[in-house]
């Protein structure tokens, strides 16, 4: 189904994630969320652009635990966790973060 | 095989012997690296024949219509994929050097995050002994 955005409507796969890695705007992300009732604050944007860097750099979604031990180091060791990361992204980190993120899903994941 | 409490880890080696693009093998055996690096098991990459031209720097797939896929080598340290064989004749016989090739490193969490080279150059003879030592080899 498409996501509908501003009046503007974009591709996606049967799991919500966008068809086009460059179609990806903030506001999507904002939109995807609120479709799930959650609302994004600075610490989920804080992952949301550590994962774009992540697949500028690497062209992949990183697995959760490589998303984890990334985090922590970045961002400290209070947030570099599982429960910090599932707190945020209740339907799993990689999974939902990478979603909102506009990246594909991560290879791998579960 | 090691026994770690009551689980135990495989040596799993991953043969490259094909060019990166042209045929998916490059591609495939990359993904499936990376998803067996989930399983905590003791995991190896082997760059033999023209498995050395995946690891070349400087790749670019613009007019061939295939996702560079290259630059994603650099996660494996991410993904505790720190033995990198690079078969010494086949660069030889190529006319490469390493310094042809990117330079894999990974982070040792257990050494304040120092970085250390996960390429290793080994002859054909190096590379048998090596392979003798997995519990299971994939080819790609």
């Known amino acids: 189904m498409p996501l509908e955005v501003d009046g503007q409507s974009y591709e996606t796969d049967e799991e919500g994630y966008l068809a086009n890695l460059n179609d990806w705007k903030p506001e999507l992300a904002n939109a995807m969320a609120a479709a799930d009732g959650a609302e994004l604050g600075e610490n989920h944007w804080e992952v949301i652009n550590f994962l774009r860097e992540y697949y500028e750099e690497y062209q992949i979604a990183p697995a959760v635990r490589v998303l984890t031990k990334a985090i922590g180091k970045k961002l400290g060791k209070d947030k570099g966790n599982s429960k910090y990361l599932y707190e945020l992204f209740p339907y799993g980190p990689a999974k939902q973060a990478c979603k909102y993120a506009g990246l594909p899903k991560p290879t791998g994941c579960v | ?140």
Not at chain 2, 49 to 65: A, P, S
Not at chain 2, 93 to 103: K, M, V
């Open chain 2, 1 to 140: 095989m090691e026994n770690e409490g009551d689980q135990v880890i495989k040596k799993f080696m991953y043969m490259n012997r094909k060019a990166p693009y042209g045929t998916i093998y490059a591609l495939e055996s990359l993904e499936v690296v990376l998803i067996a690096a989930a399983f905590d098991q003791d995991v190896s990459l082997v760059c033999a024949d023209d498995g050395v031209y995946q690891l070349m720097k400087g790749q670019n797939t613009d007019d061939i219509g295939m996702k560079n896929f290259s630059p994603t080598y650099s996660a494996l340290g991410d993904y505790d994929i720190k033995k990198i064989y690079i078969e010494k004749e086949s660069l030889e016989e190529r006319g490469l050097s390493l310094d042809d090739l990117q330079d894999l490193k990974y982070e040792d969490e257990d050494d304040d995050w120092a970085e250390k080279d996960s390429i290793h150059l080994v002859s054909r003879e190096e590379l048998a002994q090596v392979i003798d030592e997995q519990d299971v080899v994939f080819s790609f």
